[in-house]
Structure formats: structure tokens, C-alpha cells
């Protein structure tokens, strides 16, 4: 069996009389995304600490690679530690420096790298993240999603191995959480880090996680893939994931895949069995190149309206959606059958092509650099289904049936 | 039921009353107790800021703290210097002149001057003037993690943030009481030779007749004391303002501002009578 990059066994911490974390074990892999969910105060942060070192446990071994820290030659936990950067809930920016001698601060210190190399790497960093504007200009300056890519870059300048991030998208609204987690999953598969990662923004996490750890009661309940964590039958189910989806439906006109399971459920456990209901997926082409030309908020800019657009159509008829991976939507239309459907999409279809997808770009361009444009398509496949069928199996059925319905050239742009 | 249950028996009162004579000397123990704590605290973190004095990447960010600390602190000095020599020189002549000893005018100014409130005085300006900007700027940094942030990018806050500054201190405060020294010497001048019409020659001939090379270095010594002193208790009040109890978060750090400034000023003036006694065996 692989042996975990990081390895936490009956780790306690108590703050005077307070204790945090409990008897937690932990496994963390090498290469993947992990994801530390809980409610606030539950001790995620505290956590994430402790592998770091910023904090130590008062009873309990953490391992890094399966070597105890704590009979870790000196010098080899130093070698270890320098692998791992973190990126502060705060940013932790140095507000009497630009954003240029923040993200240049560790190699200047840590290395005896030349000014010319050092210039070269920070500046190929900045590029990266999209900071070539900001980067004389202070952190008070920027923007809240600048400081979260400013810390990014800052976290990344010493090609680190490990790298954790404390809420990262803590304080940004629905469409810049998007844009921050896309640009973790991006960069994550760009330089192969292992990110483990504290956050609350659930389902969205789901879509760049490898695996979900879940926090509560001062321990760790659940280790797994996201899929398992939605057949997990815990009160952390009930208490913390109901609390964390509670905002999503009005944020974003859609449901969170747990409450679309629910709903799901509820909506066809009292139908007989031979009646019929319909699904709808709809997916975006291409998200990597989107996101690459036109840049991660006005990706999620796009996704976002895309998303708000179906909900308004399929809503009415008491259709229900949710965002099934990080570009496609699913809608049950639980009292239409296919005939139903297949008009009802193509009142859709006929409207999306005369105002929706302008309207999706004209959204998209506000977050978009001035002199940027894509093509970019979008498809949709209906089928349908029985309430004793598997709802993956009716999916898969209308994935397959998928055609383009729109396509957007530049050209609209003018 | 007895009419003495109750009633409390005279091992108990005798219990009391001990514990109302000893709890003043317990209060005064743990204030004690608690004060060489800090006093420790404070050594150990002084002696790991200056183990890391020496590092090669110190150099620049010891001649910015100079800049800070001692260069930006020039005007100040040499206005609050000339005037203290300015009103020195002019109480000294009327206290002189009554014994017609305004001869030894610049003696005493200068002796005045170079032994005492040259360095007293400088490094109260400069705590003040930096020393408060330091605790705060520390402080701020810890609250707002920076400081975190530098332990997980493995740059050691102790010698990034703390030595350069106690560095420069101790290369500052010399200078600058030196400063002080000259301007305050030159204000005395003007109030006693060119308002009091003193000889100037006079003036000059007494500094330098009676003034010898272990007033100086008795003047350098403490500046060089109260360098170490200033530096240190303004870091160490701003490092640690996360571990206050009284406050937390801003608050913390303005009281941690006036704490060291506070402080400081107390332990120059305590030292300095430590230190001239110490000299003068």
C-alpha cells in the first residue's frame, strides 16, 4: 500500500483548558488534492499547523513519508519542511512591500540565487498568475483576488512539493471562489504539488478534490473521495454539509449535488414505477482554453450565467439543477416526458441562440481582459428515465445523446 | 442542633488570618517571579537575535534599520540637543556668576552634556521616536501572521526582523548621542558666550582642559547600554503582543507601544544610575 506523503495518528492539541483536536488521524497522498471540510472553529486551521510546524501536537506523531517528525534530525526537518509552502487565509502579504518584493522575499533570503535569476523566476511567477499589472503596487492596493494570487505566487516561488491552503478563498464572492479554486486545480496539475487545502465552499471543492477529509466534533470522520462523503451516513452529513449548502441554491440558482441526490429521491420515490421524468445535461466546451485565453474569472463568469440561464428556463416547470463537474449542468424535469422535453429545449435552444449565450459573454467580458475573445460551445442531450432507474445511467444516456445548440465567435463581440 | 454548628473553630481563624498576612507577600512574590520571567525572556531573546548578527544576508537590512533608527532621527536630536545646551548654558551661568566661576561655564556644559543627558536624553528621543515604531511595526506583523508567514517560508524572524534592528541600535545610539553632545556644546556657546557675553576663548579652553577621552567613553559606554535596552524591549514587547493577556489584536498593539515605551524609559534612567556607579568605582 502507498505510504502517505503526510500521516497524522492520534494527534491532541488542547489550548490551556480547550482541547482543539482529538485523537485525529489523517492520511494525506502525494500528488493528489486534499480537502479539509468543517465548520468554522472546528480546528481546520489548527490542522493544517501542524504539518507545517507552526504548531505542535501535545500528544500524538505526525509523519512525512512515513518517518516520525519528532525524531527527525534537525537538519532533515528543516530539508522536509522547505518542501511545503502555505498559503494564510489572511494572504500574510508584507504591506510595506510590493507585490514584486513580496513574491521575490523567499528566494532572497533562502537562496543565494543571482538578481538576474531571481528577477527571472519572479517575474515568470507573476505572468503565471496574472499579476503582470499589479506588480509594483502594494497589497493594499489590489484587489482581494489579486492578494489571493499574489499569496499564490508568493507560495509556488520555491517550486514547493506540499502546499497548504488556509481557506483560500475565504471573503470572495460566488464567481471569484470559482475563478481561485480553478486556478488551484490548474496549477496544481501545472507543477504537480500535492495542495491540501481548508475550505467551506462545498459542492465546489468537490470538483478539484482527489479527496475529502472531514472535521468534526474535534476529529477526523471521514477520509475519502468526494462520492463516498455524499453516501456517508454521519451526522456530519446532517449538521455541517446542510449548514455549508445551505447558501448555494440563492447564491447560484442551482443545488448542490447532495441536495440534487435528495431532491431527486423525493421527487420520484412516490411515483410508480412504470411513470417517466427526463434529464437534461448541458456542458461548455473547452473550459481549460477558456480559462487560459480569457482568464479564470471570466470563465466562471460564463459558468455562472450559464448556470442562472438554465435554472430560469427549466425552474418553472419544476425542474431542478445542479453543477455536475466544474462545466456541466444536470436538470430533472421529474413531470415532463420526452416529446415534453424535447420542445421545452428547443423554446430553450431557440431563445439561448438569440440572447442567452450574448447575454452569457456580455457577463463573461466584464471579468474578461479588454482584448480577449474564444470561440467557445455549448451542448445539450436530453433522456429519459424511470424512477426505478440508476440517475447516472439516465445521464450517461443523454450525454450521449448531446449535440451543440449554441456556439459563440468573436465576431458576436463586436 | 448545637448553637456552635457554624460557628467557625479557632484553627480556621487562625487560617485566615495567616493567609491575610502572607497574601501581600505572595502578590509581591509572583510580580517578582513574573518579572524575572521577563527579564529572562527578554536576555535569552537578545542574546538569539545577536548569535544571528553576523549572518550574510544582514548587511542591507542593518544599514535600512540605521536609516530608520539613526538617520531619520537627526533633526530631532540636534533640535531638542541645542536647546537643552541652550538653557544649560544659561542656568549655569547665573548659578556661576554669583561666584564669578562663569569661566567654567563650558566645563559644565560640556561635563553635563557628554557624561549625562547626552545619552540620557538621545535615547529617550529615540524611543520615542523609533522605539514605539518598532514595537508597533512588530506587532502589526505578528497579528496580522506575517510573521507566521516567514517561519513557513523558512526565514528566520528573529533575524530578519529583530537583530538588524538591536544592529543598528547599537550603532545609532553612540552616534547620535555624539551628535547630541556637539549641538548641546554649541547651544551652550550661544547662550553663554554670545547671549551672557562670556569669553569665548574661555568657553572652548575650559571643554577642552577638563574634559579627557573617559568622559567620552563613560558617555559611548551607556548610550551603547541603553542601545541594547531600547532595542530590545520594543522587539520583544512587539514579537510577543499575541501573548498578552490584558488585550488582544490592536489594542494589544497600542498597549504594547506604550508598554515599551514606558518601559524603556524606566530602565535608561534605573541603568544609567547602575552604569555611572559602576563607572565611577
Known sequence: METPLIEFKNITKRFGEQIVLENVNLKIYEGEVTTIIGLSGSGKSVLLKHIIGLLEPDEGTIFYRGEPINEMKKSELAESMSKISYMFQSNALFGSMDVYENIALPLLETTNLNKAEINKRVMARIEQTELTEAAHKFPSELSGGMQKRAALARALITDPNVVLFDEPTTGQ????????????????????????????????????????????????????????????????????????????????????????????????????????????????????SIVSYMGYDAAQETIHSMGIYIDKHFGGIGGFSTRRKSNEFVTVLPFSNLAETESILKEFIEDFQQSGISDIWVDAQKKAPPDKCIDFSIRAGIAEGKPIDEI???IKLAKSHQKEIGRLRCAVKE | MSFDEGKPNSSEINKSIGLLITR???????????????????????????????????????????????????TIIMLVSLFTGMVLGLQSYHALVKFSAQGSLGTLVSLSLIRELGPVLTAIMITARAGSAITAEIGVQRISEQIDAL?????????????????????????????????????????????????????????????????????????????????TVCCFQGYFVHMREDSKGAKAVGLATTSAVVISCVLILVSDYVVTSLLMV
Not at chain 1, 496539475?189 to 467551506?200: D, G, L, Y
Not at chain 1, 449538521?239 to 441554491?249: A, C, H, P, T
Not at chain 2, 507577600?25 to 537578545?46: D, E, M, P, R, Y
Request: with cysteine.
Open chain 1, 173 to 288: 464572492d460566488p464567481v471569484r471562489k470559482n475563478a481561485i479554486l480553478s486556478m488551484i486545480a490548474q496549477y496544481q496539475k501545472k507543477f504537480n504539488f500535492t495542495a491540501v487545502m481548508v475550505s467551506h465552499e462545498i459542492p465546489d471543492v468537490y470538483f478539484i478534490s482527489n479527496r475529502i477529509l472531514a472535521l468534526y466534533d474535534k476529529k477526523i470522520v471521514f477520509q475519502g473521495t468526494p462520492e463516498e462523503l455524499a453516501n456517508f451516513d454521519h451526522p456530519f452529513n446532517d449538521e455541517v454539509m446542510r449548514s455549508l449548502e445551505g447558501l448555494q441554491k440563492e447564491l447560484t440558482g442551482l443545488y448542490s449535488r447532495r441536495q440534487f441526490k435528495v431532491l431527486h429521491h423525493a421527487q420520484l420515490r412516490s411515483r410508480k414505477s412504470d411513470e417517466k421524468y427526463c434529464i437534461a445535461v448541458f456542458d461548455l466546451s473547452d473550459m481549460n
Open chain 1, 392 to 394: 447516472d445511467s439516465v
Open chain 2, 24 to 74: 501581600p507577600f505572595a502578590i509581591i512574590g509572583q510580580n517578582v517571579i513574573s518579572w524575572i520571567n521577563s527579564v529572562g525572556a527578554a536576555t535569552i531573546f537578545l542574546v538569539m537575535a545577536l548569535l544571528k548578527t553576523f549572518h550574510s544576508k544582514q548587511f542591507s537590512k542593518v544599514i535600512q534599520q540605521i536609516y530608520y533608527i539613526g538617520a531619520k532621527s537627526t
Open chain 2, 151 to 231: 517561519e513557513t517560508m523558512r526565514i528566520d524572524p528573529f533575524r530578519y526582523l529583530v537583530t538588524p534592528r538591536i544592529t543598528a541600535s547599537i550603532i545609532s545610539f553612540p552616534l547620535l548621542t555624539t551628535l547630541f553632545d556637539i549641538i548641546g556644546i554649541i547651544g551652550g556657546y550661544i547662550s553663554g558666550v554670545v547671549l551672557m557675553g562670556v569669553n569665548g576663548g574661555v568657553y572652548t579652553h575650559s571643554i577642552q582642559a577638563y574634559v579627557d577621552m573617559g568622559d567620552l567613553s563613560n558617555g559611548l559606554v551607556k548610550s551603547i547600554v541603553f542601545a541594547i535596552i531600547v532595542a
